[in-house]
């Protein structure tokens, strides 16, 4: 008993070592330089004009890829928060959706 114990742990620690390919993602100082642009840098930002926080999302943007679970608005949500949402649709849809202000590479 203990033997199969012992390689079912082996057989887990190397399960563990196997790379994990994420998403892609942008960095902080990208997505600071996107809100800067977007918002004036202000992640609580809510002009009245249907898109809000520092990335301006629309609430329909903010509910597909799952801002909720954060809060009802991306406004309302903090900016780590914000930048999590961000990384889904840069990951889903590239720089398209901020195409004024995205990243100069």
Do not use: K
């Amino acid at each position: 008993m203990l033997r199969i114990a012992g390689i079912a742990a082996v057989g887990v620690s190397l399960l563990a070592a196997v790379p994990v390919h994420a998403a892609p993602s942008a960095t902080d100082a990208q997505w600071a330089r996107v809100a800067h642009c977007e918002s004036g840098g202000n992640w609580h930002l809510d002009t009245g004009n249907g898109y809000y926080g520092g990335l301006q999302f629309s609430a329909s943007t903010w509910a597909h890829y799952s801002g909720r679970q954060y809060a009802a608005r991306p406004d309302l949500a903090s900016r780590v928060q914000q930048i999590d949402v961000g990384n889904r649709v840069y990951a889903a849809e590239g720089w398209s959706p901020w195409p004024t202000c995205r990243p100069h590479s």
